[in-house]
């Protein structure tokens, strides 16, 4: 089965960098997307990794470790409207490439 | 990237009705749709997968016969929930993936529909 274990909850202050951690335990890894949600919206798509290393994108960051089924997404300079879900997800390539979300994680930004 | 809606965005309906959602893909061809359902303060739960022509597959714990997916062209899914209660109060939302072999097999997300049963 799949197993996606990310913090429920992390508070930032404005400007600052927060790294929210995933990892997950998957029989057919292919690929992690790292997703944004504000309340009552549906998720936007903001990263993608299936291979090993850091994607940045602007001031959003996702790594990626395959060997140690880990991801972070790092986001910087932290903008209130930042504060929201972010979801990591996992591709399962023996699943007919379903994407299984984990929990989420609620970010709470401070000015 | 490719776009997705849903219709409607949201429904109220009283118990015992039924209440029928559509998820089109409305620039490429999905052969692939997937129903989530996400309650309150929780994340997105895989509901169903569906293939084009053909029957969905449920995930454990969801019922087919109250959650009917028909998935009957490349463009277009429809989630029917049926004699609909309070408990199935929730937000749907639809994703759809083209073919593998174009753009990757990138999954695409709906906005949602928000139900809410009286």
């Known amino acids: 089965g799949q197993n996606i274990d990310q913090p429920t909850e992390m508070t930032a202050t404005e400007g600052a960098i927060v790294q929210i951690n995933c990892t997950y335990q998957t029989s057919g890894f292919n690929g992690l997307f790292w997703y944004q949600q504000h309340a009552g919206e549906a998720p936007t798509f903001l990263s993608y990794n299936v291979l090993d290393g850091l994607e940045e994108k602007g001031r959003f960051s996702s790594f990626l470790s395959r060997s140690k089924g880990y991801s972070y997404l790092l986001l910087k300079e932290l903008q209130m409207k930042d504060s929201a879900s972010y979801l990591c997800a996992v591709r399962d390539g023996k699943k007919d490439d379903k994407i299984i979300f984990g929990k989420g994680t609620r970010l709470h930004i401070l000015p | 990237g490719a776009v997705v809606s849903q219709h409607p965005s949201w429904v109220i309906c009283k118990s015992g009705t039924s209440v029928k959602i559509e998820c089109r893909s409305l620039?490429?061809?999905?052969?692939?749709m997937f129903w989530y359902r996400q309650f309150p303060k929780q994340s997105l739960m895989l509901m169903a997968t569906?293939?084009?022509?053909?029957?969905?597959?449920?995930e454990q714990g969801v019922e087919k016969d109250k959650f009917l997916i028909n998935h009957a062209s490349l463009t277009l899914s429809t989630l029917t929930v049926t004699s609909a209660h309070p408990e199935d109060s929730s937000f749907y939302i639809c994703s759809a993936r083209g073919f593998v072999a174009s753009g990757g097999g990138e999954q695409f997300f709906g906005p949602g529909t928000r139900l809410t049963v009286l």
């Open positions: 569906s293939n084009e022509g053909s029957k969905a597959t449920y």
């Open positions: 620039d490429f061809q999905a052969t692939t």
